[in-house]
């Protein structure tokens, strides 16, 4: 902790104040506050369009913060760019694995990029791709790996620079329900070992529910509603009174109401799908 620089205010790895962003007319994100408690898992869900990537993207300083503040354990995201990278790492929704490279060889290009110093890197790609139980698919080409294995090569890609902040960008859309699983208890087993916080997007409900510790709905470029999985469907019980137990999609729905349909977002798995494997292959 000590060679990060400032200490994150109150314990938080991520804040975002009132941070927008707009693409011509459309206002993207708009508005957003957020604090992430260093250590948990916090999911950013919202319908197609509610502005989840856009939000990453300036958190990663992929794109500029042209209004708001965004300080990544406590360095500000406009002002200190490359020191917020370098605690950062990133699974896109893009495929980010080259196919004609082995995976041993994408994470090395990753520990490059990131700045892995020349000495580590071998140790450090090979502790990544241990991390995500790639060790012995390592020599072989991206190419012939599973839709499940190129989404832990990708994981392992973000692994190699020992980020304090992980960010997943939808990690297991298009993924079947055993590699999904898969996926994320990788990625709690790095949690664990490191105490990294970690911020995900998904559309899948289940998920969020059973690895989030706190979710927020966002909808048109906002959050509309945070809190525990438990509590926001207990609030949503005490409100309806009759006895049923919703679910974290009833909860998305209350909230978010007949808008969702209005911009055709779905909370339930949309149905896309990467096509991880085939696009690789
Ligand atoms: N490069 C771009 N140019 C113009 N408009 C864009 C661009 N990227 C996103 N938008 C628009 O900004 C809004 C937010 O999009 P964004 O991709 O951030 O949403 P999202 O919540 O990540 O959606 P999804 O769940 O489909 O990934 C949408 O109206 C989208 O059409």
New binding site residues.
Partial sequence: MSDDGPIAEGGAALVCNGLAYS??E?R??DGLDLSVTAGEVFGLL??????????IRCITTLLPVPAGMVRVLGHDAARERMAVRRLLGYVP?QLSADAALTGRENVALFARVFDVARRERADRVAQALEAVDLTEAADRMASTYSGGMVRRLELAQALVSAPRLLMLD?PTIGLDPIARTSVWDHINAVRAATGMTVLV?T?YMDEADQYCGRVAL?HR?RIRALGTPEALKADLRDRRGDGAKPTLEDVFRDVAGSGLDAQGGEFRDVRRTRRTASRVG
Avoid: I, S, Y
């Avoid at 919202?46 to 939000?55: C, D, L, S, V």
């Fill in positions: 693409f011509g459309t993207a994100v919202g319908p197609n369009g509610a502005g989840k990537t856009t939000a929704q939808e997007t559309h966002m470029g």
